[in-house]
T-cell receptor, first 113, second 113 residues
Framework: DVKVTQSSRYLVKRTGEKVFLECVQD?????MFWYRQDPGLGLRLIYF???????EKGDIPEGYSVSREKKERFSLILESASTNQTSMYLC????????????FGQGTRLTVV | AQTVTQSQPEMSVQEAETVTLSCTYD???????LFWYKQPPSRQMILVIR??????QNATENRFSVNFQKAAKSFSLKISDSQLGDAAMYFC??????????FGTGTSLTVIP
């Protein structure tokens, strides 16, 4: 069965901390995504990666960076966490031959205090 | 700009009844995919159904079916014989043959016993 795994379900961090959110997929997918989910706003794309070491900015990249050193792993980095980054973060992956849809991780609820 | 609109933030349905969730999208592309995702309270997003734009026939998956109106850019989800387990947030999504997905703001479905 396909699997996208996020390293934490819940995180609490302090303002100014550097935060790492990790995502691993076991489907050999080329494409990986980080979304932020907020009530009433749906899912907004932060960054995506279409290959190792390749990345593209999404709609809301400010305050975030990403790293993809291996095909199966895509990390989201909050360089200096702020309270307005408190949110649900979803990782997803997509690639052949599994089809056109994305597969999601279970989500990480990040609270910045 | 690519946008996906879900105009019903909340819906409710009696158990065993039928409910239809609405979705419209805006695109200038002719080749794309449409999806409905379900996010139960446990938070993992799962695919409910998908539709390829080049296919005229509406997709069906057991109790879930879509009404795809390409000219009207409409993609509604019908859930028949609603069950308590159908209670979730439902997201409509769209993807062109590139990589990026676009999501609506979601519809929260309540199933009344």
């Amino acid at each position: 069965d396909v699997k996208v795994t996020q390293s934490s379900r819940y995180l609490v961090k302090r303002t100014g901390e550097k935060v790492f959110l990790e995502c691993v997929q076991d489907m050999d997918h080329e494409n990986m995504f980080w979304y932020r989910q907020d009530p009433g706003l749906g899912l907004r794309l932060i960054y995506f990666s279409y290959d190792v070491k390749m990345k593209e900015k999404g709609d809301i990249p400010e305050g975030y960076s990403v790293s993809r050193e291996k095909k199966e792993r895509f990390s989201l980095i909050l360089e200096s966490a702020s309270t307005n980054q408190t949110s649900m973060y979803l990782c997803a992956s997509r690639g052949t031959p599994r089809g056109p849809e994305a597969f999601f991780g279970q989500g990480t609820r990040l609270t910045v205090v | 700009a690519q946008t996906v609109t879900q105009s019903q933030p909340e819906m409710s349905v009696q158990e065993a009844e039928t409910v239809t969730l609405s979705c419209t999208y805006d695109t200038s592309e002719s080749d794309y995919y449409l999806f409905w995702y379900k996010q139960p309270p446990s938070r993992q997003m799962i695919l409910v159904i998908r539709q390829e734009a080049y296919k005229q026939q509406n997709a069906t998956e057991n109790r879930f079916s879509v009404n795809f109106q390409k000219a009207a850019k409409s993609f509604s989800l019908k859930i028949s014989d609603s069950q308590l387990g159908d209670a979730a947030m439902y997201f409509c999504a769209y993807r062109v043959t590139g990589n990026q997905f676009y999501f609506g703001t979601g519809t929260s479905l309540t199933v009344i016993p």
